[in-house]
Protein backbone atom coordinates (compact mmCIF):
# COMPACT_ATOMS: atom_id res chain seq x y z
CA UNK A 1 0.00 0.00 0.00
CA UNK A 2 3.04 2.17 0.70
CA UNK A 3 3.85 2.41 -2.77
CA UNK A 4 0.28 3.30 -3.99
CA UNK A 5 0.46 6.47 -2.34
CA UNK A 6 3.70 7.41 -2.59
CA UNK A 7 4.99 10.47 -4.73
CA UNK A 8 7.46 10.31 -7.37
CA UNK A 9 10.79 11.33 -6.43
CA UNK A 10 12.27 13.29 -9.21
CA UNK A 11 15.45 12.02 -11.02
CA UNK A 12 17.41 15.95 -9.83
CA UNK A 13 17.14 17.26 -7.20
CA UNK A 14 15.26 20.60 -6.89
CA UNK A 15 16.98 23.55 -6.51
CA UNK A 16 15.04 26.46 -5.12
CA UNK A 17 14.26 29.19 -7.32
CA UNK A 18 14.57 32.39 -5.30
CA UNK A 19 13.74 34.64 -8.36
CA UNK A 20 13.66 35.11 -12.15
CA UNK A 21 16.04 33.68 -14.26
CA UNK A 22 17.88 35.52 -17.14
CA UNK A 23 15.75 34.92 -19.65
CA UNK A 24 12.60 35.56 -18.31
CA UNK A 25 14.00 38.61 -16.76
CA UNK A 26 15.28 39.71 -20.11
CA UNK A 27 12.18 39.18 -21.92
CA UNK A 28 10.45 41.35 -19.76
CA UNK A 29 12.62 43.70 -20.17
CA UNK A 30 12.55 43.67 -23.79
CA UNK A 31 8.21 43.55 -23.93
CA UNK A 32 8.58 46.96 -20.88
CA UNK A 33 11.23 48.34 -23.61
CA UNK A 34 8.96 48.09 -26.83
CA UNK A 35 5.53 48.61 -25.08
CA UNK A 36 7.55 52.09 -24.33
CA UNK A 37 8.76 53.09 -27.47
CA UNK A 38 5.71 51.99 -29.37
CA UNK A 39 3.46 54.64 -26.61
CA UNK A 40 6.39 57.08 -27.37
CA UNK A 41 6.27 57.03 -30.76
CA UNK A 42 2.38 57.37 -31.11
CA UNK A 43 2.46 60.63 -28.26
CA UNK A 44 5.12 62.28 -30.35
CA UNK A 45 2.80 61.77 -33.71
CA UNK A 46 -0.15 63.13 -31.87
CA UNK A 47 1.75 66.12 -30.01
CA UNK A 48 2.51 67.20 -34.11
CA UNK A 49 -0.93 66.93 -35.48
CA UNK A 50 -2.04 69.10 -32.31
CA UNK A 51 0.18 71.65 -32.58
CA UNK A 52 -0.88 71.65 -36.86
CA UNK A 53 -4.36 71.99 -35.60
CA UNK A 54 -4.01 74.80 -32.88
CA UNK A 55 -1.98 76.41 -35.63
CA UNK A 56 -5.16 75.47 -37.68
CA UNK A 57 -7.36 77.24 -34.98
CA UNK A 58 -5.34 80.31 -34.46
CA UNK A 59 -5.11 81.44 -38.36
CA UNK A 60 -8.69 80.89 -38.32
CA UNK A 61 -9.32 83.50 -35.18
CA UNK A 62 -7.05 85.74 -36.97
CA UNK A 63 -8.31 85.74 -40.29
CA UNK A 64 -12.18 86.40 -38.57
CA UNK A 65 -10.72 89.63 -36.61
CA UNK A 66 -8.93 91.04 -39.65
CA UNK A 67 -12.26 90.91 -41.84
CA UNK A 68 -13.75 92.89 -38.80
CA UNK A 69 -10.82 95.17 -38.62
CA UNK A 70 -9.92 95.44 -42.07
CA UNK A 71 -13.78 96.18 -43.30
CA UNK A 72 -15.72 94.14 -45.54
CA UNK A 73 -13.57 95.38 -48.53
CA UNK A 74 -10.27 94.88 -46.34
CA UNK A 75 -10.02 98.56 -47.60
CA UNK A 76 -8.27 99.23 -44.09
CA UNK A 77 -5.17 97.48 -45.28
CA UNK A 78 -1.85 99.78 -44.67
CA UNK A 79 -0.64 101.49 -48.25
CA UNK A 80 2.48 100.23 -48.80
CA UNK A 81 2.50 97.53 -46.77
CA UNK A 82 2.91 93.44 -47.71
CA UNK A 83 2.78 91.72 -45.06
CA UNK A 84 1.11 92.05 -41.21
CA UNK A 85 3.21 90.08 -38.47
CA UNK A 86 2.13 89.25 -34.93
CA UNK A 87 4.24 88.53 -31.88
CA UNK A 88 6.83 86.24 -31.54
CA UNK A 89 10.58 85.29 -33.82
CA UNK A 90 9.71 86.42 -37.61
CA UNK A 91 9.18 83.49 -39.83
CA UNK A 92 11.94 83.21 -42.27
CA UNK A 93 11.03 83.96 -46.05
CA UNK A 94 9.52 86.72 -45.40
CA UNK A 95 10.13 89.84 -47.75
CA UNK A 96 8.90 93.22 -48.27
CA UNK A 97 7.39 96.15 -46.07
CA UNK A 98 6.17 94.32 -42.73
CA UNK A 99 3.62 96.42 -40.15
CA UNK A 100 2.31 95.12 -36.69
CA UNK A 101 -0.41 92.64 -36.70
CA UNK A 102 -1.95 94.82 -33.20
CA UNK A 103 -2.31 98.05 -35.79
CA UNK A 104 -5.58 96.62 -37.87
CA UNK A 105 -7.35 94.51 -35.44
CA UNK A 106 -10.82 95.48 -33.45
CA UNK A 107 -10.74 95.74 -29.48
CA UNK A 108 -10.46 93.53 -27.76
CA UNK A 109 -8.15 91.34 -29.77
CA UNK A 110 -5.90 88.55 -28.21
CA UNK A 111 -2.43 87.85 -30.56
CA UNK A 112 -1.32 84.26 -30.37
CA UNK A 113 2.16 82.48 -31.33
CA UNK A 114 2.42 79.83 -33.69
CA UNK A 115 2.79 76.99 -31.32
CA UNK A 116 6.55 76.76 -32.40
CA UNK A 117 7.10 80.32 -31.31
CA UNK A 118 7.06 81.90 -34.06
CA UNK A 119 5.02 85.18 -35.38
CA UNK A 120 1.81 84.59 -37.39
CA UNK A 121 1.84 86.53 -40.79
CA UNK A 122 -0.86 87.74 -42.57
CA UNK A 123 -0.30 88.50 -46.65
CA UNK A 124 -1.33 91.32 -48.37
CA UNK A 125 -4.55 90.79 -50.95
CA UNK A 126 -2.67 91.14 -54.28
CA UNK A 127 -2.95 90.63 -58.28
CA UNK A 128 -6.68 89.56 -57.92
CA UNK A 129 -5.68 87.34 -54.69
CA UNK A 130 -7.37 87.27 -51.56
CA UNK A 131 -4.43 88.27 -48.55
CA UNK A 132 -3.58 85.48 -46.88
CA UNK A 133 -2.94 84.45 -42.87
CA UNK A 134 0.36 82.27 -42.64
CA UNK A 135 1.74 79.89 -40.65
CA UNK A 136 5.60 78.96 -40.75
CA UNK A 137 5.70 75.53 -39.28
CA UNK A 138 7.71 74.07 -37.22
CA UNK A 139 11.26 74.58 -38.94
CA UNK A 140 10.02 78.51 -39.15
CA UNK A 141 10.55 79.05 -42.95
CA UNK A 142 7.89 79.96 -45.43
CA UNK A 143 9.38 79.17 -48.76
CA UNK A 144 10.53 75.37 -47.49
CA UNK A 145 6.39 75.14 -46.42
CA UNK A 146 5.38 76.03 -49.44
CA UNK A 147 7.60 73.75 -51.63
CA UNK A 148 6.56 70.52 -49.49
CA UNK A 149 2.90 71.42 -50.68
CA UNK A 150 2.49 72.00 -45.91
CA UNK A 151 1.61 75.44 -45.80
CA UNK A 152 0.10 75.84 -43.30
CA UNK A 153 -2.57 78.81 -44.46
CA UNK A 154 -5.98 80.65 -44.37
CA UNK A 155 -7.47 82.69 -46.89
CA UNK A 156 -9.17 86.01 -45.25
CA UNK A 157 -12.54 85.77 -45.54
CA UNK A 158 -13.78 86.96 -48.78
CA UNK A 159 -16.68 90.13 -48.22
CA UNK A 160 -19.88 89.33 -48.73
CA UNK A 161 -21.18 89.69 -52.50
CA UNK A 162 -23.06 93.19 -52.68
CA UNK A 163 -26.86 93.55 -52.71
CA UNK A 164 -28.79 94.14 -55.54
Do not use: K, N
Amino acid sequence: MQGLFAVAQPVHPVRARTGLTRWEALWILLLAVGTTLLILGTLRREMDRARARRATDAMDYLAGHLFLGLGEDLAGWPEGVEFLRGPGEPPAGITGAAADLVSVLPPPHFLPVDPWGRAYVVEAPRDGRPGRVLCAGPDGDLATLEEAGRRLERVLLDPPPAAG
